[in-house]
């Protein structure tokens, strides 16, 4: 069941939900790494766009929050919650919330990776009834990750 806001998403989102994590991704986590080459070159609104083409993995996963105005999105394969981003002006207004919420009653997201150093996101998912499971990886080769799942008493 969809709530008011959360839909599917389809591929007229594309380039909404391409902007969300390509503006995410420099104002959260291009601190970290500095990585010119990679935050202002590789990844760009074009390209991320392109991965959610009409019959997409990625498109069939993909819920965004609209209200009018596509203002976040979250992406659940099975259990993971693979990605969940709202516009950078929008955050604070429990968008994020909603859709963490919408992910873990209607699609029994359990579990997610989030990036060791983003101490904001981790709060935000622990706030959410998420906790760190101790488990831990690197993606890329210099991306470390932390493993939070979803606390036993909930639903």
Known sequence: MLTDNIRSAE???????AEMIVANYRVNFYQFFRNDPFYFGELNVLDTAAEYKEGSEALSETYVYDDGVVRGMIRVSGEEIVKLYVEPMFQGRHIGAELLRF?????KARWLWALEYNERGIAFYKRNGFEPTGEKMIEDEWVPLIKLRLRADLP
């Not at 992910?103 to 699609?107: C, P, W, Y």
Request: no cysteine.
């Open 11 to 17: 591929e007229r989102d594309a380039s909404r939900i």
């Open 103 to 107: 992910a873990v009653t209607e699609l």
